[in-house]
């Protein structure tokens, strides 16, 4: 006999439930709202759209979980266990930096007089602290949240003619709304609009403050072609990317057997004398001028290659002639795919892992032109990415800090709209800290468990309350949470507004960010061009916020072949918990549904 005591509400859940499996038929869907500009197209085959919904609600010093459910039969749990590009969702968690850099600014020089604040030097690139410094020369009003709602109203293009380097290449981005594309706009009105443009120069800001802050990021590095700090870190480069590369020729090639692998890679090289030769000895570093010549006879068949001709290829073209780079360079293949592939044909069956362990000397060998002081240029643009980078660890333990469940970051720019992808879980827990004023509370499921009720054996368990930890500043949290109101007031959640009411009929205010995610798996030729894209999964999020006690998410989600198929925005889950708001009423009014305490 067990009796649980938990925090789900019965009545909701099942509501909700009921809802969302009901939305496979097209009518119910259509009864929903959910068909439209933005939303479901008249066609979509609804029964593939996953949703997941989970709400919470602050009671004491505890989050209770209040439902959690999903249309899925089956036991993955999208709100847990999914990494998914959940796109401007992103740009919330770079709002919450940017605003912790002023926060953090502002308790180092808001006690400063005028004459101490004049002579701060900033960084040259450090957009962040040199408007701090001006803001709090010329303010009446230094308070923190006066400071915070100023930075909201900081302005910045929109505009998507600008070519970025960041990520180790050069990339544009455009805005949802063409219309935004000439304008200038404060941060504030680009959330509450979603604008990708503002956000993108925001998140370069952001990385270029960690970047002058940072003890491990020291630019004189850049400025001095002597300084031995340079070599550490373009050694780090040719290790990072000579991961990447081998990773990628790993799939290409890891696969097939010792014979296959070769075919495939000599089918790259050339068909003359000299560039087949260079391969052969890449591959096959023991083999004599014998094994040469009924190598060629094979590939070449009519160039009447004889012992001779082979005897001079291996004089000149040998294993003991040329470098890895030199022999890759002469046979018109990458060196690590040349490299691998040899490795392979030693190595049948070897994991990643060991060919990476193996590889240490080559992916070094491989960048040996960089290292010459006479490429300054070159190492300076590959300083600058591992620089990036290292800002970009630096904002992933920040975010991390505040629930992001990932280990990395993409280091790109691009995060901020979304490219290093999210959990619908992980959003909600920051949601939770916005709504509690930065306190980090711990979430309840079950509060108390019976065991053999009434015999001998019983055995009573109640969760222990757990202490509140203040993870953020309750003044950036406050400006967070009216910038989120905002949102659905005015801008991308709009569809919200009045959808849920206290008990005496007043609308509720409602607060929350969207975001779609496209996700693509594109193929890309010579120059750039884009020769296939496959659509992966499409997914539109909703992290809200409901009155000063509620939050969750709300997500739709259709993986591939049917992705391609649907077209919805971040405006679907927007009008699914409009559609919701039936189910969760009872919950809002404390008189329907008593609230108990934790415990």
């Avoid at 933005?38 to 997941?52: C, P």
């Avoid at 190598?295 to 012992?307: K, N, Q, V, Y």
């Avoid at 040998?318 to 046979?331: E, F, K, M, S, V």
């Avoid at 600058?384 to 660890?393: G, I």
Wanted: glycine share 8%; net charge neutral; aromatic share 8%.
């Amino acid at each position: 006999d067990l009796q649980a005591d938990s925090s789900y509400s019965a009545a909701a859940q099942r509501a909700s439930a009921a809802l969302l499996r009901s939305l496979a038929e097209p009518q119910a869907a259509r009864d929903a709202g959910l068909f439209g500009p933005y939303l479901l197209n008249e066609g979509d085959n609804t029964a593939r759209l996953a949703i997941s919904f989970t709400l919470f609600e602050r009671v004491g010093n505890s989050n209770l979980l209040r439902l959690q459910t999903d249309n899925l039969d089956r036991p993955f749990d999208l709100n847990e266990g999914s990494r998914l590009d959940l796109g401007s969702t992103a740009k919330l968690r770079t709002l919450v930096t940017y605003l912790e850099q002023v926060a953090a600014l502002h308790k180092r020089w808001a006690g400063l007089d005028a004459a101490r604040l004049a002579v701060i030097k900033t960084g040259p690139n450090d957009a962040i602290a040199r408007w701090a410094r001006a803001y709090l020369l010329l303010a009446s009003d230094r308070s923190l949240p006066a400071m915070l709602d100023a930075a909201m109203q900081r302005t910045y293009s929109a505009s998507p003619a600008e070519a970025f380097y960041t990520g180790g290449g050069v990339h544009r981005f455009n805005n949802f709304e063409s219309r935004d594309d000439q304008r200038t706009m404060t941060v504030s009105e680009a959330l509450t609009r979603s604008v990708n443009l503002v956000f993108i120069r925001l998140m370069r800001d952001v990385v270029r403050h960690v970047m002058e802050g940072s003890e491990a990021i020291d630019r004189r590095v850049l400025e001095d072609a002597d300084d031995p700090r340079r070599l550490a870190l373009l050694q780090q480069f040719a290790n990072e990317e000579g991961s990447v590369f081998l990773g990628r020729f790993y799939r290409q090639y890891g696969a097939l057997s010792a014979e296959a692998a070769t075919d495939a890679l000599l089918d790259e090289v050339r068909s003359a004398p000299v560039p087949l030769t260079a391969a052969f000895f890449g591959l096959q570093p023991d083999a004599d001028a014998a094994a040469l010549a009924r190598f060629l006879a094979l590939r070449l068949p009519d160039a009447g290659i004889d012992a001779d001709d082979a005897a001079s290829l291996y004089a000149r073209h040998g294993p003991q002639r040329w470098g890895l780079n030199d022999r890759a360079y002469l046979a018109g293949v990458h060196p690590l795919a040349l490299w691998l592939v040899g490795y392979l044909r030693q190595h049948p069956g070897a994991s990643l892992a060991e060919v990476l362990a193996a590889s240490t000397a080559q992916r070094q060998e491989v960048y040996a032109w960089l290292f010459k002081t006479s490429r300054k240029s070159a190492q300076d643009r590959r300083i600058r990415d591992q620089f990036e980078q290292l800002a970009f660890e630096l904002i992933q333990q920040s975010w991390a800090r505040l629930g992001y469940p990932f280990q990395a970051l993409t280091p790109s720019y691009a995060t901020a709209l979304g490219a290093s992808g999210d959990r619908p879980s992980a959003l909600a827990e920051l949601m939770g800290l916005i709504v509690n004023g930065g306190r980090q509370l711990p979430v309840t499921r079950l509060q108390s468990l019976v065991f053999a009720r009434d015999t001998p054996y019983e055995t009573r368990l109640k969760r222990a309350p757990a202490a509140p930890r203040q993870l953020l500043d309750p003044a950036v949290a406050d400006t967070v949470r009216r910038a989120l109101i905002n949102v659905v007031e005015e801008g991308t959640g709009r569809r919200l507004r009045g959808a849920l009411q206290w008990a005496d009929g007043s609308d509720i205010p409602l607060g929350g960010k969207t975001g779609t995610g496209d996700h693509r798996f594109d193929i890309h030729g010579p120059g750039g061009s884009l020769i296939s894209s496959r659509v992966v999964n499409r997914s539109a999020t909703l992290v809200f916020l409901i009155g000063d006690r509620f939050y969750g998410t709300l997500m739709a989600y259709v993986h591939e072949p049917y992705a391609k198929d649907f077209r919805f925005t971040s405006a679907l889950p927007s009008q699914l918990l409009k559609a919701l708001a039936p189910a969760i009423q009872p919950l809002i009014d404390r008189e329907a549904c008593p609230v108990p305490a934790p415990g």
